[in-house]
T-cell receptor, first 112, second 114 residues
Framework: EDQVTQSPEALRLQEGESSSLNCSYT??????LFWYRQDPGKGPEFLFT???AGEEKEKERLKATLTKKESFLHITAPKPEDSATYLC?????????????FGTGTLLAVQP | GAVVSQHPSRVICKSGTSVKIECRSL??????MFWYRQFPKQSLMLMAT?????????EQGVEKDKFLINHASLTLSTLTVTSAHPEDSSFYIC??????????FGPGTRLTVT
């Protein structure tokens, strides 16, 4: 069964304190791994898509990496506005609907 | 980036009534749209996949007669919660797939059934 596990569930950082969020996955053939940011009461906002092991993508203070078993979202020198829930999702190959399977997210709080 | 809208953003209804939620892709055509529900502090749970012009595909455990989905055009999908009950209160989010694999989410609809 395809599965996505994110850790930690919650993370509190001081402004400027870099860290990483983890997304471990089990999928029968990875089509893509997605990272989203979700603010309270809003829909997820797309951040990155990764397709193959070794791939990396960056956007401002965020960098996503991918291996065959997990993905990391690295946050460098975070600011309070980076506070949000970060969601990881995978899409499996061969599915009729190409649906996304989400993890439970990591709630990030960055304190000034 | 692509924009997906939902209407209404919040709705309160009485138990036993039906509620319709609209999901629109504003600047692209989406052959596939998805409907999720999200309970507080939980992740998104896929309810159904909606393809334009065909019947929706429901996830296991989702009642198709209770959650009616219509994907009438390449830019509009609707979710109707029929005979709503308090346990249907949740945050409903739609998403639309653009060309390739990128999926864009709407801002969500908060449904409260009293």
């Amino acid at each position: 069964e395809d599965q996505v596990t994110q850790s930690p569930e919650a993370l509190r950082l001081q402004e400027g304190e870099s860290s990483s969020l983890n997304c471990s996955y089990t999928v029968s053939g990875l089509r893509g791994l997605f990272w989203y940011r979700q603010d309270p009461g809003k829909g997820p906002e797309f951040l990155f898509t990764l397709y193959s092991a070794g791939e990396e993508k960056e956007k401002e203070r965020l960098k996503a990496t991918l291996t065959k078993k997990e993905s990391f979202l690295h946050i460098t020198a975070p600011k309070p506005e980076d506070s949000a829930t970060y969601l990881c999702a995978v899409q499996a190959r061969g599915g009729a609907t190409n649906k996304l399977i989400f993890g439970t997210g990591t709630l990030l709080a960055v304190q000034p | 980036g692509a924009v997906v809208s939902q209407h209404p953003s919040r709705v309160i209804c009485k138990s036993g009534t039906s509620v319709k939620i609209e999901c629109r892709s504003l600047d692209f055509q989406a052959t596939t749209m998805f409907w999720y529900r999200q309970f507080p502090k939980q992740s998104l749970m896929l309810m159904a996949t909606s393809n334009e012009g065909s019947k929706a595909t429901y996830e296991q455990g989702v009642e198709k007669d209770k959650f009616l989905i219509n994907h009438a055009s390449l830019t509009l999908s609707t979710l109707t919660v029929t005979s709503a009950h308090p346990e249907d209160s949740s945050f409903y989010i739609c998403s639309a797939r653009a060309d390739g694999d990128r999926t864009y989410f709407g801002p969500g609809t908060r449904l409260t059934v009293t």
